[in-house]
């Protein structure tokens, strides 16, 4: 196993190792560290030796995506969390801007060989080699998407395929040609290339590939989704959680019982969203440790978990997500007074082999958000079993649209399946 051996270790152990990296990130950030230090100076903190102990640091403050957006239209272009000079980083990447302003971020050496191994962590979880080829079907823009994990693929010595500057087509192509035995992409875009094949004959379950990895959604996540990718390619199928602001924390292994976070890497938290309290199922909030030049430090990711309490029968001792990403803060809706998250009603929609993408409309009527859920399809559908089945999953009535083939949006990045119309 990768992570220093901590992987199975006891909670002691890890706890501290996991203390005694956040002691030596503390020293290099607060007195170097103008946003740091703003925060922590704001809560009582005077000098890092008065962080002597977990309690200490149950006390820091929360940081929120917010913050980073504020503080860098304060301070453009890259704010103010920077621990060292800007000749010290040497790249910049930034969100997708699915949830708000998109924020900048900046690497260091250091930090971006910490990336490397965020990543080389999460494909040994899923049973990546060094004899395997994984193409990367990714624009390498701005955003950090799959950058890391290219680069993690180097540091396990894997053959990285870049996926960059073709359409769909042309990287079905290259991956015949060039035989990748491992993809990583979306799990939207993964269904989009099944979606393609298909329509040129191709047979995927037919190629060299055995595993796929995923991440950018909670798709992978959900069995339907799952269940559609490993028929399409006839390889396993892998979920993977990161984000921009706080790195690659989240990795399946072979069991795929759920999420390990990666815990020799990133301090976890699992917290009540409206109270702050500790919960087992909520919001996750992370620390990452290798990440001095611009850290995260109880970051609110926005993310909605539930703790696993069983044993993985991995051995791995790292905690466990039930269900992966579970869905967004910042994404649920109440209709009638209901809570419903998109990937439930995903989840339920990939049941359904015949329907191909979907799109899910929030309106007012009255004075009440209704969904209205247009999907296409391939084949012959009952409607009304799909309506059906919505309704006794979710507890709630939604219309169910079908519209012409072709006419929904198809995403290479995170996919944008909640629009919101101003009337119904």
């Not at 996991?18 to 000098?47: C, I, M, T």
């Not at 900048?104 to 999460?122: G, N, Q």
């Not at 990795?251 to 815990?263: I, K, M």
Request: with cysteine; hydrophobic share 45%; aromatic share 10%.
């Amino acid at each position: 196993m990768a992570g220093g051996g901590l992987e199975a270790s006891s909670p002691e152990r890890l706890r501290e190792h996991q203390w005694r990296r956040f002691r030596a990130l503390a020293a290099e950030v607060f007195p170097a560290n103008p946003f740091v230090g703003r925060k922590w100076r704001a809560a009582g903190v005077s000098r890092v030796e008065d962080l002597d102990g977990w309690d200490a640091f149950y006390r820091l403050p929360f940081t929120h995506k917010q913050e980073f957006v504020e503080d860098q239209a304060a301070a453009p272009p890259f704010g103010t969390n920077l621990t060292y000079p800007l000749d010290r980083y040497i790249r910049v990447h930034q969100t997708s801007g699915t949830t708000g302003a998109p924020i900048r971020w900046l690497e260091t050496r250091e930090s971006w060989e910490w990336w490397a191994r965020c990543w080389e962590a999460v494909f040994r979880g899923v049973g990546v080699t060094a004899g395997d080829r994984v193409f990367f079907p990714f624009a390498f823009g701005l955003f950090i998407g799959f950058w890391a994990g290219f680069e993690g693929a180097r540091a396990l010595g894997a053959l990285a395929i870049p996926g960059g500057g073709q359409d769909s087509p042309t990287r079905l192509h290259t991956m015949e040609a060039l035989g990748a035995t491992a993809l990583v992409c979306t799990p939207s875009y993964a269904l989009h290339l099944i979606e393609v094949a298909r329509e040129r004959g191709l047979d995927l379950a037919k190629s060299p590939v055995r595993i796929t990895v995923h991440a950018g959604e909670p798709g992978a996540g959900i069995p339907a989704v799952r269940q559609r990718i490993e028929a399409g390619f006839g390889a396993r199928a892998f979920d993977h959680a990161g984000m921009t602001e706080v790195g690659a924390y989240g990795f399946e292994c072979r069991s795929q019982a759920g999420l390990h976070v990666n815990e020799a890497e990133f301090i976890a938290e699992v917290i009540d969203h409206a109270t702050g309290a500790p919960a087992r199922e909520g919001e996750l909030v992370l620390t990452n440790l290798g990440r001095a030049g611009s850290p995260a430090i109880r970051y609110r990711t926005g993310d909605l978990v539930r703790l696993a309490t069983a044993p993985c029968e991995c051995g791995r001792t790292f905690l466990r997500l039930d269900g992966g990403i579970l869905g967004r803060v910042d994404d649920m809706l109440i209709v009638r007074g209901v809570n419903v998250f998109p990937a439930a009603i995903e989840g339920i929609v990939r049941r359904f082999p015949e329907v191909d993408e979907f799109l899910i409309e929030v309106y007012t009527r009255g004075s009440m958000d209704e969904v209205r859920l247009l999907i296409e399809l391939t084949g012959a559908a009952d409607l009304g079993r799909v309506q059906a089945e919505l309704r006794a999953a979710l507890g709630i009535r939604v219309e169910v649209v079908p519209v012409p083939r072709r006419s929904l949006p198809r995403y290479e990045l995170k996919a944008r399946r909640l629009i919101r119309r101003q009337a119904g």
